[in-house]
């Protein structure tokens, strides 16, 4: 039987019969470094590893300015703001994605409109949106705009799905064409690169997520990253309360938030970031075990990283035959102590964005029908 056989490869693989989706490993100084934190005392919003954490992403991503928030989902949130993104303005983004995308325009009073995912990076379609934008829109004094709602379409926030870069030189290229932001939802792409250049890097901004479950982790936490130094100083302003320095005075100039990651989460991140490399190369050696494996089971195919890529393959991905394969596949994984997980519900199925804009999805409800993920964690 197929599903036995895949079960006592992923057991050998990961050598438990128990084996969790993606949970963190801590090999090196995370404990020394908050040790640290709490012999100092500097556990909350001031502290040097803050500062450094910023200063080794920016170094690690190749962006300009990096600044840590408390969350993936302040960071998109945050970053939609900064690109510019009102109450009433049009985000144009997927449904196969995880809901903070989603929740992040909607703090803002915006209205998603969903694109359908290309079949090679189950990301967002370039040529799908331009087909959605040439059928629906205009540019109209400079911005874009949909033709049957008026309203103002600002930004376009496709997302690395599991790791797997978008096209985003074309992505890029609509989004300049219609005069729209482009804003990464890179918070599952940390160490994957298109072209050879750190994901996250191409637009005005790129999110990151540190959750528990992501490459690296600092328990909970976000990142933004700049290529704009100007910009990325206002948002390091807006997340920390927007307080004017002085040494004693509460001064503040804007409405602020208070986004900041605390010392305590940044230490684990320096500690973490400091094997960034073993880690992404441990879970692209999982993902040639699969690759080869599958191809001796019918039926199963793995899901492989998209040409001029390096994916991090934070999640693995398998595609069944249809939803009954999708189904009996989750139900005999997790009866047998694999864990496995099916797409995330799309955006467009949810009571809060059924009434929203969409382009068919054709793509997104073929992936969202047999897509389920398979144990990823980092090996070593
Ligand atoms: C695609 C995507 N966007 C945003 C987030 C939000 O990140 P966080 O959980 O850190 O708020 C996550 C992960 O959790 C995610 O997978």
């Known amino acids: 039987m197929q ?12 050598g438990t019969d128990k084996v969790p989706l993606s949970v963190p490993v801590f090999i090196g100084n995370e404990k020394k470094y908050l040790n640290e934190c709490i012999d100092t005392t500097f556990v909350s919003s001031v502290g040097k590893f803050v500062d450094r954490f910023e200063s080794d992403m920016a ?32 985000v144009v983004t997927q449904a196969l994605t995880f809901i903070a995308t989603c929740n992040a325009l909607s703090y803002i009073g915006a209205h998603p409109v969903f694109i359908d995912v290309d079949k090679d990076t189950m990301g967002m379609s370039p040529t799908a949106l331009k087909e959605w934008l040439v059928s629906n829109c205009e540019i109209k004094d400079g911005e874009c705009r949909n033709i049957r709602t008026g309203r103002r379409v600002k930004a376009c926030v496709p997302m690395h799905t599991f790791g797997h870069p978008v096209h985003i030189d ?15 939802d890179a918070a599952e792409s940390i160490g994957s690169l298109y072209k050879g250049k750190h994901t996250g890097t191409f637009g005005k901004i790129g999110a990151l997520s540190f959750n528990g479950n992501k490459t690296i982790t600092t328990g909970g936490g976000g990142m933004m990253l700049f290529n704009d ?21 509460f001064r503040h100039d804007h409405i602020g938030y208070n986004y900041r990651m605390p010392n305590i989460n940044a230490a684990l991140g320096c500690a973490q970031l400091e094997h960034i490399e073993e880690y992404v190369a441990s879970k692209r050696e999982t993902a040639k075990a699969y690759e ?81 993920n398979i144990p990823s964690s980092v090996r070593i």
């Open 170 to 184: 074309e992505m890029i290229a609509v989004c300049e064409e219609y005069h729209i932001e482009l804003v990464e």
């Open 59 to 90: 170094a690690y991503t190749g962006c300009r300015r990096a600044v840590v928030c408390v969350s993936g989902t302040n960071a998109l949130h945050m970053s939609l703001m900064l690109a510019g993104v009102e109450r009433d303005d049009e």
């Open 229 to 249: 130094e100007e910009l990325g100083s206002l948002a390091k302003h807006i997340t920390t309360q927007a307080k004017v320095p002085h040494r004693w005075e």
């Open 292 to 372: 080869e494996f599958f191809k001796t089971i019918d039926d199963v195919e793995f899901f492989t990283e998209p040409a001029d890529c390096r994916s991090n393959y934070w999640l693995n991905a398998v595609i069944l035959n249809g939803r009954d394969a999708q189904q009996e596949f989750l139900q005999f994984t997790n009866d047998h102590g694999v864990m496995t997980r099916p797409i995330w519900e799309l955006m467009n199925r949810l009571p809060m964005f059924e009434h929203c804009e969409n382009d068919g999805l054709e793509n997104t409800i073929w992936f969202a029908d047999r897509v389920v």
């Open 3 to 14: 599903f036995e056989k895949i079960v006592s490869f992923i057991n050998d693989l990961f």
